[in-house]
């Protein structure tokens, strides 16, 4: 794995990084305030938030349709960078991400049989649907996982080859779920699930995924060390008294926890997983303690700028986040690719 980089001088820098990071996401998230459809003062945004509300539309657009959207997107955002961060660990190779191992998209096909299938009735947004994704999800991974890992092994070529079948395979049963399911409005979500998109956010249907992923980090945060212990390979894990699958199995099924109740609040959202832990790696080294909420801050900040984008470079026609996203993920994961599969000298 090419994640051991060499931690710099943390003291000093890492406050200055957070310090720098949130206030790029507090800034994202006022952009994403103030830009749109219709364009709202600064001034006048603060003063909303402030409860200071001048009178006209301003405060409906502002706390009923922005807000939460923002606040969405920089969840999602934050836990896609953590959970890419931690089973880049997991599986010692710097190319995981929930994405790309098929953990998005099959939360993607569990939470659309959910809704097809109408299991849970009237709750099915806020339980069963979320309960669906993590079913979805976790079956994904473990199916990757056991296909990647050969002879105790498991090279990057084999765990592209893995996730990238099991993804497909995953979204064209989602695909020809919701085609067969005959409403047009399934339609119209192949786009949300395929695509991501945070347009659906709403008040009510924020306070899991927000609360799923300070759990879950707050969580990650105690694993730290084991996660650090990762990194210097199976056997020095071993020696160092970490029961190696036990740890696996249970951060897995956290992972796919987090994913699935994201995805099925944003859709399958690509590559931030990927590109965040790469990038903030370069900042405050490689271990997990330090590394985790910078990831889960540049990982806000990155969607909230993403969404932004995709609801504004087309002027009235909004472009599912996803896009955006894999539009700057996928340059950088063929880049990443070609440079691990030549560091490792093989293919698979």
Do not use: K
């Not at 990238?164 to 399911?181: C, D, E, K, R």
């Not at 951060?251 to 931030?272: D, E, K, N, W, Y």
């Amino acid at each position: 794995m090419t994640c051991e980089t060499a931690a710099p001088p943390r003291r000093l820098r890492y406050p200055l990084v957070l310090t720098v990071l949130l206030a790029a996401l507090l800034a994202a998230g006022l952009a994403g305030l103030v830009l749109g459809s219709v364009t709202i003062p600064p001034g006048d945004v603060l003063r909303i938030l402030t409860g200071d509300a001048p009178p006209g539309p301003y405060p409906t657009i502002v706390l009923d349709v922005r807000l939460p959207r923002v606040l969405l997107g920089a969840v999602v955002g934050a836990g896609l960078a953590v959970i890419g961060t931690v089973l880049q660990a997991l599986v010692r190779n710097p190319l995981a991400d929930p994405f790309l191992l098929g953990a998005s998209s099959g939360a993607s096909t569990g939470a659309v049989m959910v809704v097809v299938l109408g299991v849970g009735g009237g709750v099915a947004t806020t339980v069963s649907m979320p309960l669906g994704a993590f079913a979805g999800s976790l079956a994904a991974l473990i199916a990757v996982y056991a296909m990647a890992r050969r002879g105790g092994t498991m090279t990057t070529g084999r765990l592209v080859l893995a996730g990238v079948a099991v993804q497909y395979i995953l979204s064209a049963l989602t695909s020809l779920v919701l085609v067969t399911a005959a409403e047009a409005e399934h339609l119209r979500a192949i786009m949300f699930w395929t695509l991501g998109g945070l347009g659906q956010a709403r008040w009510n249907t924020l306070w899991l995924p927000a609360a799923v992923l300070l759990a879950g980090l707050a969580l990650l945060l105690t694993l730290a060390r084991p996660l650090d212990l990762l990194l210097v390979g199976e056997e020095g894990a071993t020696a160092l008294g970490l029961d190696t699958g036990r740890f696996r199995a249970a951060v897995f099924v956290l992972a796919s926890l987090v994913t699935g109740v994201l995805v099925a609040a944003s859709g399958s959202i690509g590559f931030v997983g990927l590109m965040v832990p790469h990038a903030v790696r370069m900042l405050v080294g490689a271990s997990h303690r330090a590394l985790l909420p910078v990831a889960a801050l540049a990982g806000a900040a990155f969607v909230v700028l993403a969404d932004l984008l995709a609801r504004t470079v087309a002027g009235s026609q909004e472009i599912p986040v996803g896009v955006v996203t894999a539009l700057a993920g996928g340059p950088f994961f063929l880049w990443l690719l070609r440079r691990t599969t030549r560091t490792e000298g093989i293919t698979g």
